[in-house]
């Protein structure tokens, strides 16, 4: 049984979190919890018929909000049992939770979200000044609601790269440290 009860990714936008997640799941039989899917699911209820881009929505949240969402995953993640994505990891306990940032060059993550549906439609530089953004966003809500910097390598186990590693390669060196951890 490996140390750590929960294995939970964060890295900027497009940064190969889910698909990761999405591998680590299948070889732990773990649930993922993932909060920018909790917060699309939110997003699309509310705006079923679109108008809004999620960028905009997510833009105007109360910083309330973001932090009672991730003040509820924190519970789970730290029972055990879960891949997570959240990019708020500082203040989950490093004793029952893996903190893993995944990183790849923007040019790499815009290349990426091309391939999805909600940027499939968008040229490659509009598509980067969206991730930017993002990125600025996901910055001030840190600091807003937390008081820190989510990027901060205090806060992660292991920095991986995603354009460096192949996911089976990210999914060994993740293996590697649960056992290390044992």
């Not at 049992?81 to 815009?110: Q, V």
């Not at 953004?133 to 600091?143: F, G, L, T």
Request: hydrophobic share 35%; aromatic share 12%.
């Amino acid at each position: 049984m490996p140390g750590y009860k929960s294995i939970v990714l964060s890295g900027r936008p497009v940064s190969g979190k889910s698909t990761l997640a999405q591998k680590l799941s299948s070889e732990y039989g773990w649930e993922i919890i993932s909060i920018g899917g909790l917060l699309q699911k939110r997003f699309l209820e509310q705006h079923p018929n679109g108008g809004i881009r999620f960028e905009e929505w997510y833009r105007a949240l109360p910083l309330d909000y973001t932090k009672e969402i991730n003040d509820d995953v924190k519970r789970l993640f730290e029972e055990g049992n879960y891949i997570g994505e959240s990019r708020f990891t500082f203040y989950l306990d490093p004793e029952k939770c893996l903190r893993i940032y995944l990183y790849a060059p923007l040019h790499t993550r815009a290349f990426r979200g091309l391939k999805r549906d909600e940027y499939k439609d968008l040229g490659m530089q509009e598509l980067k000044r969206i991730l930017l953004q993002r990125e600025r966003d996901e910055i001030r809500v840190s600091k807003g609601a937390f008081g820190v910097d989510f990027r901060d390598p205090k806060y992660f186990d292991a920095k991986i790269s995603s354009e460096d590693n192949t996911v089976n390669e990210e999914a060994a060196i993740i293996r590697s440290l649960m056992c290390a951890k044992r």
